[in-house]
């Protein structure tokens, strides 16, 4: 009996001991083991500086476990200077049960190794054994303070700019006197801006200084950059030097659409063209100036004119009856400038003036923008009032008038393209315009002191090129019937306000300018029934002066003519006494029908010649003109009174005794000249 029983308690007891073996397996893998992981933070520190090291108690399986003591780790630490002094805290569990933490400092700087260590009982022999748990031998920089030296200052948005309302990141290198990686506290370091804008954030001075920077809502509209600057406290604060560094980062903008509401508009209306400017905003703060982000239009007010209500038949009238403005679109007529300022990228530049300057009157600018942050869309030319998601910024409409009041100064009566006019002719006078006053000649009257005289045609011409200028022509017209030349004088004056008062006239420079002007009965080319007259008269002119000229030319003629005349008939008186001289002397004559039927003879001189021997002799040669075989060379004249005999000789005889006295000669041809003069002569 005892033996079945025995044998009946057997399963049980088997049973009982799998159990106890299964409970002891699973105690045994879930106990921390060697796979547990060391980790600590920071890898980077200052003195004195908290190090926080976690263990991750791992089982068999890598599985967080929570069975075991703390105290079965132990941690170890050994620095890299033997002054340092190492601050360890005791290990206990952390508190998600399944970590073992401790913290540790460091007095100065140093490299400091951690090791982890677990100790292990063998469950058979019962011998304890020590293990390094993974991530064991971490080592932690330990890095010197105080920093005695920054490096240049690097930021994220240094080469791009920095938006206003962003933010930016900069880092700058620490460094001890040891020129060695060092640590910064926030408060050894002043942080500033230039024109003190924007905010500092001190981020890290772990080896390096960590910092932010956030730009303001705006900006002064002079400050184009942002200059940020560091310094460390105690040293030289000199930019670039040891202890200070600086860096510039250029503004901008962001790229919103503007906003209506708090976009304006500012106009200086003493220069010309007109200039006027838009700042561009949003909702925050100024905006890049984006001009497809606005829409311009130029009015014309054509209410002031009472006609012009019965001409167009749109102006409205208010609740009294009374006509109100109407204002029409002329952007066409105006040549428009947009441009964004260079110097400040939230401001718009925008100028005008009229194409031509012929006329002035009231009109206004008018600037739309978006009121809900979309593209604004094109408003309608119909209508003055914008539409859809567009509304006038603060400062629109501008009003302003299209040109500038002439005044004294600016306007100068050139003069005349004649200065002295035949009554009831015409000439052309300039007025030059300058500083930009209005070609309106709604503005100028011209006068002149003549009843008679007038002018019309007053012109604007946008380009004189005598004067390279703009200038005004018109047409002067001279008096009629005049009797005696008259001065007439020219005179132009200006209204120099819009109203076109009296008060507000004003005499233009060189005036009065004088012009002489001269009576004229008939002018060829501008009457022509005076045309036969003036025939008669020429044509009487002209017979009497051809009489004149015939009659003189008859009577040079007949003076000529006559004058030979006399001549021929000396000739043959000459000729005819030389004869009756040689007949006296019972010299044969020839010659004498031939000088008588020969004309070319009785042209001919006769010349006398005296040789010393018949002059001695008391004769004279007569030399002959002719020529003929039959004429004898020389005729010798017997002197009268004179002979070696007296008065007895005889008369033909020829002596050539030389005289006694010598006798005086005379030349007979000479006295037949003399005897035979002319009165005409």
Known sequence: MRRYRSWGTAPLLSTLLMVVLHSFALHSAAARTRESLLYCLPAETEPHGLIRCVIQVLDGYQQPTTNFDPSDFIALTRTSNATAVVTKSALVRGSDNATVVFTLSVSTAADVLIRVYLRENDVIGGNAGMGEVRGSGITVSVLSWPTSRLGPITCTAQSTGLALRSATICRAALYDKSNTPSVVHSADVLFSEASALGNFVFTSGIKEL??????????????????????????????????AQAVQIPILYPGEVALSETTGLQCAAETRPITCFITASGAQGPV?????????????????????????????????????????????TFSLSVTRSPLRPYVGVVSWEPKLEDSMYEARLRVFASTDGQEVGAASRDSAAATGNAAD?????????????????????????????????????????????????????ITTSHRESSVSNLTYVAHDAVCACRSLWFTYHAPTALISPVDDYIEVSMYTDVVHSVSGMAIASNVPLRLDVLPVVSRSGHDTSTAPT???????????????????GVLIVHRSRKAARIRRKRALKERAMMQAMDRRQGVPTPDAEILRDNPSALTETPAMTTTLDGAAAGHVFLVRGGVGPNTSGYDTIAMLGVGAGGAGGGGGSRSTSPPSVPAAVVSNVAVLQDTFHSDSD
Do not use: Q
């Open 288 to 332: 890049t100036f984006n001009a497809t982000h606005f829409r311009l239009r130029v009015e014309r007010s054509v209410g002031a004119v009472a006609a012009a209500a019965d001409t167009l038949g749109r102006l409205t009238t208010n609740g009294s009856g009374a006509a109100t403005r109407h204002w029409v679109d002329v952007t066409d």
């Open 534 to 552: 003036d025939a008669v008269l020429v044509s009487v002119g002209i017979l009497f002066y051809g009489s004149v000229l015939a009659v003189g």
């Open 210 to 243: 960590v910092f932010s920077f956030t730009a303001p809502p705006t900006a002064p509209a002079l400050v184009g950059t942002f200059t940020l600057t560091v310094s460390l406290r105690g040293k030289d604060a000199h930019v670039n030097s040891d202890g």
């Open 393 to 445: 910024v603060a400062g629109s409409p501008y009003s302003f008038m299209t040109g500038i009041l002439p005044n004294a100064p600016s306007v100068t009566l050139r003069g005349c393209r004649e200065s002295v006019i035949a009554s009831g002719n015409t000439t052309v006078c300039f007025i030059d315009l300058a500083n930009g006053v209005s070609g309106d000649t709604a503005f100028y009257a």
